[in-house]
C-alpha cells in the first residue's frame, strides 16, 4: 500500500495570513505516461461529506476559490491557502489515486490563530 | 445533477453482516468510464478507501478488509450495493459512498454518509 503521511497533523493561523499542509507519499504518484500526478486534495467541515478541492495535484475544483492552491510532484505535495478566512477552519485530507488501495493521509486540522 | 445517497441500518451486532446500499443519481453506472466507491469514517478519525466498482462491473477492494467485503452493482435501480461480513466494534464509522469516473480517479461527488454503529 501506499502510505501517505500529512504534516501537521493540526495547524493554527491567523485570519488572512497563509496556511500549508504537507502530504508526502511513500512512493512516486507520478504516472510517467501522462506525466500526471494521481493526487487529490479534500476538505471536510464538521458533520459534512468531504468536498473535493484538487485533482491532478494542482487541478483546482469548479467552484473552489483562488486563494487555495495545490502544489508538488513525485511524492511531495503542498496545499496552500493564501489568505485564511473563518469558513477554511475544516479538516484536509490528500488522497492518491496511482494505484489500489486508493489511500488517504491522516489529516490536517486547520483552526483559527 | 449528481447525487448519492446511502442507506442500511444505523446499529449492527458484533458477527453480524452489513449490508449498505448507495443509490444515485444523475448518472448511469452503465455509461463507460463511471465507477462509484465505498469510503469510511470511524468517528474522529481519518478516512479509509474500501472498495470501488466501475461500470464493466471491474472491482477493486482494499486488501486489509477483502475478505469481509463485497460490492455490486444494480444499473437498473441505480444502485451500489456493499456488504461487509463480521462486523466488530472498530467497524463503526460513517460509511460513504461517492462517485469517480474512471480516466480521472478522485471522487467528485459524495454522499451524505450513514452512521453505522456496531454494539451488543
Known amino acids: 500500500d501506499i502510505v501517505m503521511t500529512q504534516s501537521p497533523d493540526s495547524l493554527a493561523v491567523s485570519l488572512g495570513e497563509r496556511a500549508t499542509i504537507n502530504c508526502k507519499s511513500s512512493?512516486?504518484?507520478?504516472?510517467?505516461?501522462?506525466?500526471?500526478?494521481?493526487l487529490a486534495w479534500y476538505q471536510q467541515k464538521p458533520g459534512q461529506p468531504p468536498k473535493l478541492l484538487f485533482y491532478w495535484a494542482s487541478t483546482r475544483e469548479s467552484g473552489v476559490p483562488d486563494r487555495f492552491s495545490g502544489s508538488g510532484s513525485g511524492t511531495d505535495f503542498t496545499l496552500t491557502i493564501s489568505s485564511l478566512q473563518a469558513e477554511d477552519v475544516a479538516v484536509y485530507y490528500c488522497q492518491q489515486y496511482y494505484s489500489t488501495p486508493r489511500t488517504f493521509g491522516q489529516g490536517t486540522k486547520l483552526e483559527i490563530k | 445533477q449528481i447525487t448519492l445517497k446511502e442507506s442500511g441500518p444505523t446499529l449492527v451486532k458484533p458477527t453480524q453482516t452489513l449490508t449498505l446500499t448507495c443509490t444515485f443519481s444523475g448518472f448511469s453506472l452503465s455509461s463507460s468510464g463511471v465507477g462509484v466507491g465505498w469510503i469510511r469514517q470511524p468517528p474522529g478519525k481519518a478516512l479509509e478507501w474500501l472498495a470501488l466498482?466501475?461500470?464493466?462491473?471491474?472491482?477493486r477492494y482494499s486488501p486489509s478488509l477483502k475478505s469481509r467485503l463485497t460490492i455490486t452493482k444494480d444499473t437498473s435501480k441505480n444502485q451500489v450495493v456493499l456488504t461487509m461480513t463480521n462486523m466488530d466494534p472498530v467497524d463503526t464509522a460513517a460509511y460513504y459512498c461517492?462517485?469517480?469516473?474512471?480516466?480521472?480517479?478522485?471522487?467528485?461527488?459524495w454522499g451524505q454518509g450513514t452512521l453505522v454503529t456496531v454494539s451488543s
Open positions: 461517492a462517485h469517480l469516473e474512471y480516466l480521472l480517479g478522485h471522487f467528485d461527488y
Open positions: 512512493q512516486n504518484i507520478l504516472y510517467n505516461s501522462d506525466n500526471n500526478n494521481y
Open positions: 466498482i466501475y461500470w464493466d462491473d471491474d472491482k
